[in-house]
């Protein structure tokens, strides 16, 4: 079975940094992109970025390029995503998800982030 | 890039079929067959309902179809059931991003 797992729910400060994780099994890891989703409380879907295991070619969208920075172990099959420093406006929910072709599937179960002082 | 327009919400009866539209532009939804939907339910990950306009993934109902005419994509659902209450979202890959539609929110009456 194809699957995406998601590191936990995280509670951090602003000014913290934070690395958020996305395990693949079921599937060889190296050979489909990874793809990065915010969504804010109440809000809709919104693409952040996405990597290619196999080489790390990673593409941002221009709303989130210089705020997070998504990376991969392809030895553990595991993409990551990563802030320096957080804001409160950083509190979401965030979901990883394999592209194949055109389209986003599996998804991983999504992991929370709230950032408060 | 702006985001897809999708109607805030819509709704229909037990039975009936109801159509959401996915606007964009000639450089994303008009210019590539790869318009996808995702059916969110609340709490829930995503999940993909249609790709490349119109082909559903193995377990997906045939109630749930999908079509495009130019820039303006469409997911219909036929035969209405109280679970397909839930957020749905279109999505149009292009050759530098992907981008969403505002989401559409389905309330079965």
């Known amino acids: 079975e194809v699957q995406l797992v998601q590191s936990g729910a995280e509670v951090k400060k602003p000014g913290e940094s934070l690395k958020i994780s996305c395990k693949g099994s079921?599937?060889?890891?190296?050979?489909?992109?990874i793809g990065w989703v915010r969504q804010m409380p109440g809000k809709g879907l919104e693409w952040m970025g996405i990597i290619y295991p196999g080489d790390s070619d990673t593409r941002y969208s221009p709303s989130f390029q210089g705020q997070v920075t998504i990376s991969a172990d392809k030895s553990i099959s595991t993409a990551y995503l990563q802030w320096s420093s957080l804001k409160a406006s950083d509190t979401a929910m965030y979901y990883c998800a394999r592209r194949s072709r055109s389209w986003f599937d599996p998804w991983g179960q999504g992991t929370l982030v709230t950032v408060s002082s | 890039q702006s985001a897809l327009t999708q109607p805030a919400s819509v709704s229909g009866s037990p039975g009936q079929s109801i159509t959401i539209s996915c606007t964009g532009t000639s450089s994303d939804v008009g210019g590539y067959n790869y318009v996808s939907w995702y059916q969110q339910h609340p709490g829930k990950a995503p999940k993909l309902m249609i790709y490349?306009?119109?082909n559903r993934p193995s377990g997906v109902s045939n109630r749930f179809s999908g079509s495009k005419s130019g820039n303006t994509a469409s997911l219909t659902i036929s035969g209405l059931q109280a679970e397909d209450e839930a957020d749905y979202y279109c999505?149009?890959?292009?050759?530098?991003?992907?981008?969403f539609g505002g989401g559409t929110k389905l309330t079965v009456l």
């Open positions: 490349e306009v119109s």
């Open positions: 079921g599937y060889s890891f190296t050979s489909y992109w």
């Open positions: 999505s149009s890959y292009t050759s530098s991003s992907t981008l």
